[in-house]
């Protein structure tokens, strides 16, 4: 499945220019980028005859109408607003809303990391994983559906824990503190890490309400992938991605 924002329809757009919007009945659309699609007068299109109900906005955002979670009626959506899910809004500093950003500086940052070593094959493939990991976190935030199992560079849950905590073992060397003389691709990688640990807090205050945990497989996926993150910068440093030099 996947998860079309905003900004990715923004893109599709100006790339392709687009009048037409085509998306799979498995794929989710967000109410603000229902709502782009909408501004520019264009057209979402749904793979085959029945929409995903997760696509179709509420009956009452189709007739113009919000509402908040204290179940205030709008009839247009306040700039400090905007969706949680659905026709409901809250205001921008929301939990669910300020992790939702965090995943977004992540995957922003996985990116740029990409486009600064993209000679390096095994690096990008990486990365590659872990922005598609990043996105079905995210995906299962929005839409409330669980995040099953997977595995992240080719390591199931255990044999993440098992290298981040045994880097002697499985790399030659003890525990890695964060250095300059590391090189830029440690230092891109050690961001990543710590972007990921942000977002993992913020996952916590967005689902732990006194003592309860709402989302216990965002939570966990969080921290394998600063986890995941770590163990690149071991590969790094062991050479699997290449050796440091002046361009990358």
């Not at 939990?95 to 993209?118: F, H, M, N, S, W």
């Not at 990008?124 to 992240?152: H, I, N, Q, W």
């Amino acid at each position: 499945m996947a998860v079309y924002r905003e900004d990715t329809i923004r893109q599709m757009i100006f790339r392709d220019h687009l009048s037409e919007i085509h998306v799979k009945k498995e794929d989710y659309v967000t109410p603000q980028a229902r709502a782009y699609i909408e501004d520019m007068r264009l057209t979402l299109v749904v793979e085959g005859e029945a929409e995903n109900p997760d696509i179709r906005p509420a009956k009452e955002q189709q007739g113009g109408k919000y509402v908040g979670l204290d179940g205030t009626v709008y009839r247009e959506k306040p700039e400090q607003m905007t969706h949680l899910y659905g026709n409901t809004l809250v205001e921008k500093t929301h939990p669910r809303i300020v992790l939702r950003g965090k995943l977004d500086t992540l995957e922003a940052q996985i990116i740029c990391l990409q486009a600064c070593y993209g000679a390096r094959e095994k690096l990008v493939r990486d990365l590659d994983e872990a922005l598609a990991f990043t996105r079905r976190v995210l995906s299962c935030e929005v839409t409330g559906k669980p995040l099953g199992a997977g595995r992240l560079l080719g390591l199931d849950e255990g044999g993440l824990r098992e290298q981040s905590h045994n880097p002697q073992k499985y790399f030659g060397f003890g525990h890695i503190l964060p250095d300059h003389r590391l090189g830029g691709v440690c230092a891109g990688l050690n961001l990543l890490r710590a972007l990921a640990r942000e977002a993992e807090l913020a996952a916590v205050a967005a689902f732990c309400k006194e003592g309860q945990v709402q989302r216990g497989d965002l939570l966990q996926a969080l921290n394998r992938l600063s986890s995941a993150f770590y163990i690149m910068m071991c590969r790094q440093k062991a050479g699997q991605y290449g050796e440091e030099t002046e361009n990358g």
